[in-house]
């Protein structure tokens, strides 16, 4: 661990101002007269509730605030930083590529082809791909492709499955629990039409998912999901729920799309694919591709990437200025070969395990109803709730008063996670015995509190 002060009140780097406020208070404020809310998204502006939040720096296993508060990071960017914060062999990669040149918007790079090939060799679906910029984009792009090849459509999607903001997707992810069942856009300013042309059913349902299939196979383009949830926590996919899925969407040539932008290189070297046994037609990655950088790519069958070909004859428009950037790429190809070979994710695996019993018993030992859910480097403590969860209805009625009281007490004890109680703890390779403990130790005090 660092030897960093941990929490508030601890001996700080910033400024504060003449009026006796925080340095980070006095930006939190400054924040609010120019950006909507404070901070750029919603999700962002959640960690005020802790406090006024303003981070400055991060290393390995920690984050630092302008005011020199450093706490242990379980949030991890929402999860791309797989290696650690500021993980030199990753800067060093990026800082090389862009000595060289910042943009080039033309042609191609040796450095595109070579993660390209990455990408092809790790992962079962993959035989063609194009880079983006982010996760949203990526999902975009794998609908449009789906919608070319089969000149339908509508799309299937699952309740509490996230896939970006746009809004072909952004339906049913956090639907309140008189919603379950129905389309639930989670945007105001969405386009009707758009939504109306997004089917929702409960997730591990394949009965429910293979009769859509079938009554709208004539216009679905697309069948897309998280194949292991981990937007509300994590929902662990029942094996005939995705058997059936495949099977159904292959019969009707209707392109199974899934997002693993959360899952990819954070949870194996070749996605959560590999050890399901399910290979889609598309596949999105993004997140712990770059280790905290901006790059992310939809790739997949030849046949339906080609329609992406790069000419003016292929049909489908996959652009972006900022597409295949140098600094992305760098950091996904120094990623990528730092995880060769198994060793980070076995440690990531064995710890996340320490972490879910370990926290599983302390709920126990101190008689509070919940779980603790997840897999491999993810966890999420989930009150109120017991039982393993199979789909969104089994997790719309957690505590959520309770879990940002939990969150709360760990913050002041100097351990940052955001405090909404759907979403997950991340582990990186700078984890280690020491923030375990630490992690576990402050838990038992806060539970006791509760």
């Known amino acids: 661990m660092s030897d960093e002060p941990r929490g508030p009140g601890s001996a700080g780097t910033g400024e504060p101002p003449d009026d006796g406020r925080s340095a980070a208070g006095e930006i939190v404020e400054r924040a609010r007269s120019v950006v909507p809310g404070g901070a750029q998204t919603g999700l962002r502006a959640q960690a005020f509730d802790l406090g006024d939040v303003a981070f400055e720096a991060a290393d390995g296993a920690t984050i630092r605030t302008v005011d020199g508060e450093t706490y242990t990071d379980y949030h991890l960017g929402f999860g791309p930083v797989v290696l650690g914060h500021n993980d030199e062999r990753v800067d060093r990669a990026v800082r090389e590529e862009l000595d060289r040149g910042v943009l080039y918007g033309a042609g191609t790079t040796p450095l595109e082809v070579d993660v390209a090939e990455r990408l092809v060799d790790r992962l079962p679906s993959v035989e063609r791909v194009n880079f983006c910029n982010s996760g949203t984009e990526a999902t975009y792009h ?38 379950l069942g129905e389309r639930h856009p989670e945007s105001e300013g969405m386009l009707p039409e758009a939504v109306a042309a997004t089917l929702v059913e409960p997730f591990n349902d394949a009965d429910a998912a293979a009769a859509t299939i079938r ?24 094996e005939s729920f995705l058997r059936t899925l495949r099977e159904v969407t ?5 392109p199974l799309v899934f997002d693993e932008v959360i899952t990819a290189f954070r949870h194996a070297p ?10 889609p037609d598309l596949t999105c990655v993004a997140k712990a591709l770059g280790n905290g950088y901006p790059v992310a790519a939809v790739g997949g069958r030849e046949d339906v990437m080609a329609r992406a070909g ?15 950037h140098p600094s992305g790429l760098a950091a996904a190809r120094a990623t990528l070969d730092v995880l060769d070979g ?3 994710h076995d440690h990531l695996t064995e710890l996340g395990d320490r972490y879910r019993e370990g926290l599983a018993d ?21 009150f109120g709730v017991t039982g393993e969860p199979r789909s969104y209805a089994d997790v719309v009625g957690l505590d959520g008063e309770r879990f940002r009281a939990f969150a709360q007490g760990m913050f002041d004890r100097g351990h940052f996670f955001t405090p909404n109680p759907y979403k997950r703890h991340h582990l990186s390779a700078a984890h280690d015995e020491a923030t375990l403990e630490q992690y576990l130790d402050d838990a038992d005090e806060v539970l006791a509190e509760l």
């Open 250 to 254: 292959e019969s009707h040539d209707i």
């Open 142 to 179: 794998a609908i449009r492709l789906a919608r070319a090849h089969t000149g339908n459509r509508k799309v299937l999607k699952f309740e509490g499955c996230y896939h970006g903001w746009h809004d072909y997707v952004d339906v049913s992810v956090y639907p309140p629990a008189d919603r």
């Open 342 to 344: 198994g060793e980070i």
């Open 310 to 324: 790069g000419d003016h004859e292929s049909g489908v428009v996959v652009s972006g200025t900022y597409s295949g």
């Open 270 to 279: 070749n996605g959560v694919q590999s050890e399901l046994g399910v290979t």
């Open 362 to 382: 302390l709920l126990d030992d101190h008689g509070i109803e919940g779980r603790v859910v997840g897999h491999r480097s993810i966890f999420a403590p989930q």
């Open 215 to 238: 009554e709208h196979a004539d216009d679905l383009a697309a069948v897309i999901l998280e194949p292991i949830p981990h937007s509300v926590g994590c929902l662990h996919p029942r």
